[in-house]
Antibody, heavy 124, light 106 residues
C-alpha cells in the first residue's frame, strides 16, 4: 500500500486558483486511480475527480469546468487545480488511493489510503 | 445524477447493534462501500464490495446490499465506534457518497 502526503496553500482569495499536490510513497503510479475528495466544514464527502497513470481523467460534473487533475510520474506526485474559487470551495481536501483488489475490475472505487487532509479556506 | 441518502443520526447503547442504511435507485445492482470517519481524521474504509472487510477491520462490522438499500451493521457497538459513517457507490464513472450518518454511543 502506498502512503500519501499532501501539501498546498491553505488560504485563498475569491477568484484565485487552488493548487494542491499529493506525493506517493511506496508505490508506483502504474495501474492505479489517484483521486481528490473534499469535505466542507461540518458536511459530507464530495468526490472531485481522479487520474490514472495513462493520463486519463474523470471529474465530478459539478466541478468539471474548473478542475484539472494531473500527475508527474517522475516525482511520484499528482496534483489538483481548482480555478475561480469561492467561499463554497472552503473545505478539507484529501488525496486518496483506490485499492484495485477491492474495486472489482474497475467497476467501483475503494479508497483504502488517504492523505492527511489540507484545510483550504477561501476568504476575502 | 445518482444520489445516495442516509439518515443523519443513529444512537445506540454500548453492546447493542447499530444499523445504518443507505438508499439509492437500484443500489443493489452496484457495489456499496462504507467508511468510518472520526473528527479531524481522514475516513477509514470498513466495508467494500457490499459485505467484505479490509484487513484490520473488526468482525463486528458487516454489510449487505439488496434492492434499493445498502446496510452497515455494527454488532456489539463500542464507544470507540462513535463516528460518522458514509456510504459510497459508483455510477457511470462517477464516485458518489451519501450524506453521512452520525453514530452516537450513549
Amino acid at each position: 500500500q502506498p502512503q500519501l502526503q499532501q501539501w498546498g496553500a491553505g488560504l485563498l482569495k475569491p477568484s484565485e486558483t487552488l493548487s494542491l499536490t499529493c506525493t506517493v510513497y511506496g508505490e508506483s503510479f502504474t495501474g492505479y486511480y489517484w483521486t481528490w475528495i473534499r469535505q466542507p466544514p461540518g458536511k459530507g464527502l464530495e468526490w472531485i475527480g481522479e487520474t490514472i497513470h495513462s493520463g486519463g481523467t474523470n471529474y465530478n460534473p459539478s466541478l468539471k469546468s474548473r478542475v484539472i487533475i494531473s500527475m508527474d510520474i517522475s516525482k511520484n506526485q499528482f496534483s489538483l487545480k481548482l480555478s475561480s474559487v469561492t467561499a463554497a470551495d472552503t473545505a478539507v481536501y484529501f488525496c486518496a488511493w483506490s485499492n484495485p483488489q477491492y474495486a472489482v475490475g474497475g467497476t467501483t472505487r475503494a479508497f483504502e489510503v488517504w492523505g492527511q487532509g489540507t484545510m483550504v479556506t477561501v476568504s476575502s | 445524477s445518482y444520489e445516495l441518502t442516509q439518515p443523519p443520526s443513529v444512537s445506540v447503547s454500548p453492546g447493542q447493534t447499530a444499523t445504518f442504511t443507505c438508499s439509492g435507485d437500484k443500489l443493489g445492482d452496484r457495489y456499496s462501500l462504507w467508511y468510518q470517519q472520526k473528527p479531524g481524521q481522514p475516513p477509514v474504509l470498513v466495508i467494500y464490495q457490499d459485505n467484505k472487510r479490509p484487513s484490520g477491520i473488526p468482525e463486528r462490522f458487516s454489510g449487505s446490499n439488496s434492492g434499493n438499500t445498502a446496510t452497515l451493521t455494527i454488532s456489539g457497538t463500542q464507544a470507540i465506534d462513535e463516528a460518522d459513517y458514509y456510504c459510497q457507490a459508483w455510477d457511470s464513472g462517477i464516485v458518489v457518497f451519501g450524506g453521512g450518518t452520525k453514530l452516537t454511543v450513549l
